[in-house]
Nanobody, 127 residues
């Protein structure tokens, strides 16, 4: 079992920045690829970014590429999402997730790949 707790959400004006954190506890953090997803009201949960277990490899949705940066500190069991140049369309509940090896054939860009989820943190970007 892995427990994930997100923090850092809030209200920000368009063009501003926020940094989300996701603290993990339980099983070995380095066993998991980590991802960030978001869900806006009335929409499906969508992929934002993912980072490999070592932190060397990252991948982003086209909608956030160049604006968001995912990183992890394995010594602190924490994954981060630095969000710059925020837009109103970035408004959503942001979730972090941990992927083990249970669904290894499923892409990391889909929610089904992930085994554990946090409770989410609200990000609201005003225009």
């Amino acid at each position: 079992q892995v427990q994930l707790v997100e923090s850092g959400g809030g209200l920000v004006q368009a063009g501003g920045s926020l940094r989300l954190s996701c603290a993990a506890s339980g099983q070995t953090f380095t066993s998991y690829t980590m991802g960030w997803f978001r869900q806006a009201p009335g929409k499906e949960r969508e992929f934002v970014a993912t980072i490999s277990r070592s932190g060397v490899s990252t991948y982003y949705a086209d909608s956030v590429k160049g604006r968001f940066t995912i990183s992890r500190d394995n010594a602190k069991n924490t994954v981060y999402l630095q969000m710059n140049s925020l837009k109103p369309e970035d408004t959503a509940v942001y979730y972090c997730a941990a992927a083990g090896q249970s669904h290894y054939l499923v892409p990391f860009t889909t929610p089904e790949r992930y085994d554990y989820w946090g409770q989410g943190t609200q990000v609201t970007v005003s225009s």
